[in-house]
């Protein structure tokens, strides 16, 4: 058995993508090993500013914070599926890359999401 640390994901619930996103991997996620916190909710806790927070994806992995795509390895990483997918972006020849693919992402997320509202 393949041993992950626990992750918390912090997500924008008041995004459309965020939920789809968000939605599969909890679907995917049948170990439980990922704490999904809702950054919209004024109630949740964040670790950082709430603005910063929702403005680019967040995760926590054994107590380090990480943002962008080193973010989305930890949340790959917890979920068997895609563990090979959350190794390889989390391997440092690669990273760079994939942070890159992240801020292309930031750059066309708010059309995106008017075409999915």
Known sequence: MIETKQVTVWFDSSCPLCRREIALMRRL???????????GDPNATCPVDRD???ARFHAQEGGKLLSGAAAFAAMWRAIPLLRPLGLLAGWRPLT????TAYRGFLRVRPRLQRLMR
């Open 52 to 54: 910063a927070i929702l």
């Open 29 to 39: 996620d049948r170990r439980g090993a990922i704490r999904f916190v809702d950054a």
């Open 96 to 99: 760079p890359l994939f942070e």
